[in-house]
């Protein structure tokens, strides 16, 4: 079985910063792509940012230029670096993993951690 464990989530004032890890467990052999979403109340879950195996990272709009996507692929673990956070990044942000399990590729989801951005 293979669990993805997030921390790092909170309450900070708008203007702040958090720093949100994940950390894969488990016999996932591969992990080609690496991200994180997020789903505020009464709206769809969104792509946030992701990370390739192959040095791609991605962003959508409105955090490009705040936060920052990494990876430790020794450790199986992504990062999640959020500067000058704004209220409406306010949700439950989840990460998820796109990897090989023996030889069927499969996506693992964390259980989220909640953000909040007060004004």
């Known amino acids: 079985q293979v669990q993805l464990v997030e921390s790092g989530g909170g309450l900070v004032q708008a203007g702040g910063s958090l720093r949100l890890s994940c950390a894969a467990s488990?016999?996932?052999?591969?992990?080609?792509?690496m991200g994180w979403y997020r789903q505020a109340p009464g709206k769809q879950r969104e792509l946030v940012a992701n990370s390739t195996s192959g040095g791609t990272t991605n962003y959508v709009d409105s955090v490009k230029g705040r936060f920052t996507i990494s990876r430790d692929n020794a450790k199986n673990t992504v990062y999640l670096q959020m500067n000058s956070l704004k209220p409406e990044d306010t949700a439950v942000y989840y990460c998820k993993f796109v990897g090989l399990y023996g030889s069927t590729v499969k996506n693992y989801w964390g259980r989220g951690t909640q953000v909040t951005v007060s004004s």
């Open positions: 488990g016999s996932i052999s591969t992990i080609y792509v």
